[in-house]
C-alpha cells in the first residue's frame, strides 16, 4: 500500500516562502516521478510542478503561474519530494496535493497520469 504524506502548509503573508514536503511510504516499482497539484475552492485542480527521476537524469516542470517562484526537488534516498514556495501571492491560497508515480512516456501535466495522492495540506496567503 502506497501512502504520500505532504507536510509544511501553513498561512503567511504575501511575499513570504513556504517548503512542503511529501513523503512517500510503500513500494513503487521502476523509476518514476512525482509531482505537485492544487485546488483553490471552486475552481478545478492545477497542475503546479512535477520532477522526473530517469537514470539519473532529474527534470522539473512547472506550471505557468508558479514558473520563477516555485522550485521542485527530491531526494530519492528518502523518497520525498519538496515544493520550495517563495514570493507567494493571495491566488496561491489552496489545498495542496503531493501525487505519484508517473513515468517516462506519460503527461506529468495530466492528474490522470498518477496513481496515488496524499491527503492535501492547506497553504493560506493573506494580502
Known amino acids: 500500500q502506497v501512502q504520500l504524506v505532504e507536510s509544511g502548509g501553513g498561512s503567511v503573508q504575501a511575499g513570504g516562502s513556504l517548503r512542503l514536503s511529501c513523503a512517500a511510504s510503500?513500494?513503487?516499482?521502476?523509476?518514476?516521478?512525482m509531482g505537485w497539484f492544487r485546488q483553490a475552492p471552486g475552481k478545478e485542480r492545477e497542475f503546479v510542478a512535477a520532477i522526473n527521476w530517469n537514470g539519473g537524469s532529474t527534470r522539473k516542470k512547472y506550471g505557468d503561474s508558479v514558473k520563477g517562484r516555485f522550485a521542485i526537488s527530491r531526494d530519492n534516498a528518502k523518497n520525498t519530494v519538496y515544493l520550495q514556495m517563495s514570493s507567494l501571492k493571495s491566488e496561491d491560497t489552496a489545498v495542496y496535493y503531493c501525487a505519484a508515480p508517473y513515468y517516462s512516456g506519460t503527461d506529468p501535466y495530466a492528474s490522470s497520469s498518477y496513481s496515488y495522492w496524499g491527503q492535501g495540506t492547506q497553504v493560506t496567503v493573506s494580502s
Open positions: 510503500g513500494v513503487i516499482f521502476g523509476s518514476y516521478g
